[in-house]
């Protein structure tokens, strides 16, 4: 995709404030450009795939590993017969066993 003039100026200034690791509103005042102006060209170049991640938004979001295998337990909530509540965390494969000798 062919870049205008403006877009491959506007495009150098964003990269230069991505190496050198200044805002984007200090590049800008240091290269005479209204920093308004830049960031509104700023926005389609990246829509469109150019100048990817700059700053600290793109670390917004950390990738976090998934656990191992999910604690599938049921939580029952029962009566003793003198009316005492009892709550229990049961494993979901073992919840048949459970039921069954509840019932007893």
Do not use: C
């Not at 976090?64 to 979901?92: C, H, K, M, S, Y």
């Amino acid at each position: 995709m062919l870049l205008t003039e403006k877009q491959s100026f506007y495009l150098s200034l964003i990269e230069q404030a991505r190496t050198a690791g200044k805002p984007l509103k200090q590049v800008a005042t240091e290269n005479g450009v209204s920093p308004v102006t830049l960031y509104n060209a700023a926005h389609p170049l990246r829509r469109k795939g150019f100048a990817e991640g700059s700053g600290p938004s793109r670390a917004g979001f950390v990738r976090q590993p998934l656990a191992a295998a999910a604690d599938e337990r049921i939580e029952v909530e029962t009566r003793l017969p003198n009316g005492q509540p009892v709550w229990l965390r049961v494993p979901a494969s073992q919840l048949s066993a459970v039921l069954g000798v509840l019932a007893s």
